[in-house]
């Protein structure tokens, strides 16, 4: 159950917490709602200076004429929307996130969305108006883009954070199994009071507050709009801190194959026909001919780092016939893909390998699509072909056909001990040395990656 709100608005009744951090956010909330917020006329206009002071968060309001003029006109016509949006995809954010318009510019279409975007916002904003604005929605999914505002009116990136974290405990609070999609702060530039170095800091930040929690993804969409020199990068942007055009149609993509796991999209089976002298490596509907295979033990670091990637053991081999997910979730079958979810730990290293080995030449097929920056890969027999978000990450900077965020051909053609590989017909090796015989295998590493219509032909078949 989440937050009800009384008619008097002097009355909360929260949620049993039994976390600290929680502790603190209710304790905040009942001081905020027993304050006298609300004035005779005025339920939605901005708090006063002197009612601010009882309200939860860190860092001042805005007080810019634009700001106080939308914070009222919003939330009052969406009082008025509450029983009509009831279990939409909330964006919670600021101008770049109103600027996604009523209907999302059409580019999630079948996916009930509301947005929750005001222009000029901050956290300490966005955390005031989340129980009614967001909460009050009972979403099936919470899409938060929050704090390039807070920067540009010097409020500390550790105060960003804090605002950032109750507003995420007050989600979970709420709903403890609503999916959270945090997209990481966009660049901007120095000109605009958002260096590059305080945007890294609150991305940091947010990562490190959300990190082990599954319920939470976090979705690099700072490496997606930045340029060399970590500032925006003009393509995608009209004024160096708001999307174009083209930079909403990029954002919408880095979503869709997160939407598309959480079953808001592509929920339609693959009709995809294998060619002839082909088999398929994976049926679409469970891992059967998959599983793990045990791992080398690895040696401890003598001074462990705090960021470094979780390098996953496995001590027994499993097999995850008629499963529809390996045992520890992170590999799913989900609407005809095989899904490597991304790692609540920033950064997961394993691998899923077929139980079967294929000693004769052969040509593999497959498609794959990445989410910003991430990082997977296709082990042939035991070498590893980089899967990334190519223009993102990996050794194949130089690679034209390739389409980010989207489904690429991955063709490998294994001949008397050597693998020749393609994406989208562009090569990737020429001449890549593999062993005798093997398994196929798919890495998980950062960010998500789907692959699809895995099959072979091997020679002599």
């Not at 101008?95 to 510019?105: A, P, R, V």
């Amino acid at each position: 159950m989440g937050m009800s709100l009384q008619e008097n608005r002097g009355i909360v009744t929260l949620p049993a917490m039994n976390s600290s951090p929680l502790l603190k956010f209710s304790f905040t909330l009942l001081v905020f709602f027993s304050s006298p917020f609300v004035r005779a006329g005025t339920e939605f206009e901005l708090p006063t200076v002197e009612e601010e002071r009882g309200l939860p968060g860190l860092g001042s309001l805005r007080r810019y004429d634009g700001y106080v003029k939308r914070w009222p006109e919003f939330r009052e016509r969406w009082a008025q929307e509450v029983e009509k949006d009831q279990g939409a995809v909330v964006f919670l954010g600021d101008s770049i996130t109103q600027g996604w318009g009523k209907e999302f510019k059409g580019l999630f279409p079948g996916m009930k969305l509301a947005n929750r975007g005001i222009g000029g916002d901050t956290t300490r904003g966005m955390l005031i108006r989340l129980e009614e604005d967001v909460l009050a929605l009972n979403p099936s999914a919470v899409v938060i883009l929050a704090g390039t505002n807070d920067l540009e009116v010097d409020i500390e990136p550790g105060d960003v954070a804090s605002n950032f974290e109750d507003i995420v405990q007050a989600i979970k609070a709420h709903d403890g199994k609503v999916p959270i999609v945090v997209c990481q702060v966009f660049p901007s530039t120095a000109d605009k009071n958002r260096s590059s170095e305080d945007i890294m800091k609150v991305n940091e930040l947010y990562s490190a507050a959300v990190k082990g929690d599954s319920q939470v993804t976090v979705l690099d969409t700072w490496t997606l709009f930045a340029a060399e020199d970590n500032d925006a990068d003009p393509k995608w942007f009209k004024d160096m801190l708001h999307l174009n055009p083209e930079g909403y149609k990029r954002w919408a993509a880095s979503l869709r194959p997160i939407f598309a796991t959480l079953g808001f999209l592509e929920t339609e089976p693959d009709d995809f026909k294998i060619e002839e002298g082909f088999v398929s490596l994976f049926n679409g509907k469970d891992l059967t001919g998959w599983g793990f295979r045990a791992t080398e033990p690895r040696k401890k670091p003598k001074k462990p780092r705090p960021n470094a990637p979780v390098f996953v053991e496995i001590s027994e081999a499993e097999i995850f016939d008629g499963k529809s997910e390996s045992s520890d979730g992170r590999y799913q079958v989900i609407n005809g893909r095989l899904v490597v979810t991304t790692p609540s730990e920033g950064r997961r290293i394993q691998q899923l390998w077929t139980t079967k080995e294929f000693p004769n030449d052969f040509v593999l097929k497959l498609e794959f699509r990445a989410t910003p920056n991430a990082d997977s890969g296709v082990f042939i027999r035991k070498p590893q072909l980089q899967c990334r978000d190519y223009p993102l990450a990996g050794p194949y900077y130089g690679l034209k056909n390739y389409r980010p965020q989207d489904w690429n051909e991955l063709v490998v053609t294994v001949t008397n001990g050597t693998a020749h590989a393609t994406c989208n017909g562009e090569v990737l090796e020429e001449v890549m040395e593999v062993p005798e015989t093997g398994p196929i295998g798919l890495e998980g590493d950062r960010g998500q990656v789907e692959y699809r219509r895995i099959r072979l032909k091997a020679s002599g078949l």
